[in-house]
């Protein structure tokens, strides 16, 4: 057997059927410079699963009798990295801009949201300025949807980007954890949506986040994504990448934004 | 570069995180309690205060409330540090002048963010 990287690493089969799953969930593909990533991904789930090797958990999968273990595998090989008020100044220049243009209850879409950091951080902005608004978060883990809903974070994500003043004012102390309050949750609706085969959600969007989540997909897929945020925002709608990312040469229906530095905008088509 | 004091009764906490205030191309000097740290202050005031809460001497609370009474214009900005992690704590500490805060056990990106937050990174 080649390839097996450590002690009771995955096969080079194993790999291929995870990526195949992957790709399946996802239109991710499973680059070979991250292949090794998936042992430590799946580890945890390995144990749980009372099992030792990754081969093992394929054959579980594949066996056909658990419906849960694909979405796990799939949900575990992720990466759902986030913060709150990611790419410092973002949501706030967001909604800024918005108002600017005299949007002031917008219709947002955050997609690929992970655990949740950006809408919450989205609802605290416009709560914050006695602003009102519709948040669409979306996700296509139903882990990372199911976490995000709960609003609950750990001491470590909730200090990551967040003010401690705001921290106080919207997140109630449970235990070791910071739970979002009600009146925060309540700005935003959550469900799965797969970026790459599902319609978006109805109506027409004033702004767009899509960040980080397109770097993962192959350049068709990315158009592909793209052509659907396009759908989705009204003209002249705002779409908002990850900091290194652009739409450049993978889209003719955004230009960037003249007015708001690193946002583009909707063309009128 | 930026300068940062980082004030804290343990010898093994001042290390950490020293490494990883260096990591971030700060200055680093360090103060075992609240009084050495007030000394060190009036002589050469930091860009920011990295505090612990419980000390022997002068607690951290007793620092703060020391330090606003002190002439230092700028005010250092000073990021609790501790193991009191309560909300009724974190919001003493903010009530007294505080500019952010760091529940303990703390990591990099922990420090990392906090500090750009009150705009020393
Ligand atoms: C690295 S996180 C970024 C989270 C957040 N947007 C941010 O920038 O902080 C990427 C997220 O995109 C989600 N994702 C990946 N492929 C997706 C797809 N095809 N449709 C929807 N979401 C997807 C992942 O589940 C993950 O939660
Ligand atoms: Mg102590």
Redesign the interface.
Known sequence: MIGATLPGGASNAAIARLASLLEAHTGQRLAASRAWRVDIALRPLVAEYGLLTIDQLVARLDAGEDAAIGERIVDAMLNQET?FFRD?GTIEGLIAALAENGVMRPRLWSAGCASGQEPLSLAMTLIGQERAGEIVATDVSPGAIARARAGRYS??EI???L???Q??RWF??CG?HWVARPELLAQISYRRHNLVDDPPPAGRFDAVLCRNVLLYLSPTLRARVLDRLAAALRPGGLLVLGAGETVSGQSRHFVPSAQFRGFYTRDSG | MKSCLVVDDSKVIRKVARHILEGLDFAVAEAADGREALDHCVATPPDVILLDWNMPVMSGMEFLRALRETALAPLPKVVFCTTENGSAHIRAAIDAGADEYVMKPFDRETLESKLQIVGVV
Request: hydrophobic letters at 35%; charged letters at 25%; zero cysteines.
């Open positions: 913060s410092p001491r470590f200090q990551r980007g003010p401690v003043r921290m106080l109630t102390e070791a």
